[in-house]
């Protein structure tokens, strides 16, 4: 067991510990705040605290871990073991308060903070410190989890610790089941007449022909991905958008038959979530609505979630989420750069600043996603494989878990996104 030693055994330390030392390590943890305690302990042992109370390695704390609320931080960056570090001191053995980065980045700290939002009111990635000091790409957390780990088992060979395993997700959202099909009659007839005040025959011809039944609809992509399910055995979950019609929620209604036998469907052979529509964002009473609509359909409780749009505010959204029977959300990542938003690549608790305190809510941050690619990299899909490539080489490399984010009708090989059906297969393949 390793004994941890700080002045102040803090809910904020006691969970970046947990995370980093417990979770990410392996190790048994054990604290105190009493120093006779702490020097009479005579196994492997861990001190915060300005300076060591002996021979143990010591990490020097910031006030991060001890203060209540949000404010401004002063954060320096440097570098340990050639990977990028903030709050750094002058530790010459821990160079940086390890668990205060690692709550400021997994906490989301900076997104409490005033900053500029994009068109849909969401933090962007360039306002990130990660993005804007160049380690987006790294899930620093777990890489400084590993020199940690390795630092104390050098120091302790005896400490018995768990070791962690890789783990690929591939996540699905259903933004819109069908191109064509199941839309009503206003829809369809006002996407007709569109077409043809445009002067766009080719979706005049290619609407006209899926609902004759001679041509596949274009975003039917169920039976494909199914099947390299099935090829990979791969675990999956398939997010579903049960939102009220509106600009930016156009899925299907929820009391289609065609569309709930569809998640029936993929509720037998795959996890099924919700998908918290754009209009429900900041409304709780609404996400009840939605969490309510998809338990009607499946007859299975709703406890997995990611939000349309990746429309995330803190702390609102996921207390919302708690208070609606959500366990898991799908959500921490970016819309317009892949990488690791919170620094790390496996699943975490999320800390509620507000109560002071851990909450039931599990957080699975992604680092791809395929619009991400497409709209905001402007990547071909041979570039988009080996930039998806390197970030699976990431997360192999700490045995993390590694999710990626699709959509139905990315893979269908239609218009803009014709040649994404191998890009979906070979990032699979690299996956697995």
Not at 13 to 34: I, T
Request: with cysteine; proline share 5%; charged share 20%.
């Amino acid at each position: 067991m390793l004994l941890l030693y700080a002045h102040k055994i803090s809910p904020r330390f006691r969970y970046a510990a947990d995370l980093l030392l417990g979770d990410l390590c392996g190790f048994e943890l054990a604290y105190s705040n009493s120093s006779g305690e702490f020097a009479s302990y005579d196994g492997p042992k861990l001190s915060y605290y300005e300076t060591p109370l002996g021979s143990e390695p010591n990490v020097i704390p910031h006030s991060l871990l001890f203060e209540k609320g949000v404010k401004p931080q002063n954060i320096a960056l440097s570098k340990w073991n050639e990977l990028p570090v903030i709050f750094k001191n002058q530790n010459p053995g821990i160079p940086f308060d390890i668990f205060a980065a690692t709550f400021f980045l997994v906490s989301r700290y900076e997104e409490y903070l005033p900053h500029i939002a994009d068109t849909y009111n969401r933090f962007e990635a360039d306002s990130s410190l990660a993005f804007q000091n160049k380690f987006l790409h790294l899930p620093v957390i777990n890489l400084w989890a590993a020199e940690l780990k390795k630092k104390l088992l050098a120091l302790y060979p005896g400490l018995k610790h768990k070791e962690s395993s890789y783990e690929y997700i591939s996540t699905v959202d259903i933004d819109n089941a069908w191109a064509f099909k199941h839309k009503g009659f206003m829809r369809t007839g006002g996407a007709y007449l569109r077409s043809l005040i445009h002067l766009d025959l080719t979706d005049v011809k290619e609407r006209a022909l899926t609902l004759a039944g001679t041509m596949q609809d274009p975003y039917d992509t169920y039976d494909l991905l199914q099947s390299v399910q099935d090829e990979f055995k791969l675990k999956m979950i398939y997010f579903n958008l049960l939102g009220n019609y509106g600009v930016n929620d156009k899925n299907i209604s929820a009391n289609n038959f065609s569309f709930q036998s569809l998640i029936k469907r993929l509720a037998d052979y795959a996890d099924t979530g919700i998908h918290p529509s754009f209009g429900s964002n900041d409304n709780l009473n609404q996400v009840k609505i939605e969490v309510n609509r998809l338990t009607q359909i499946t007859h299975k409780p709703v406890t997995k979630s990611r939000q349309h749009f990746l429309k995330l505010h803190f702390p609102e959204t996921y207390k919302n989420l708690i208070s609606c029977g959500i366990l898991e959300d799908y959500t921490m990542g970016y819309a317009s750069q892949i990488g690791f938003r919170a620094g790390i690549c496996s699943p975490f608790k999320w800390y509620d600043m507000d109560m002071e305190q851990l909450s039931p809510l599990t957080v699975y941050p992604f680092a791809i996603m395929d619009a991400t690619l497409l709209y905001y990299m402007k990547l071909s899909p041979q570039e988009a494989i080996e930039k998806c490539a390197e970030v699976i080489s990431q997360v192999k490399k700490v045995k993390g878990t590694c999710i990626t984010v699709w959509h139905n009708e990315t893979i269908g090989n239609w218009r803009q996104w014709k040649g994404w059906q191998d890009v979906y297969r070979e990032v699979v393949k690299l996956a697995v």
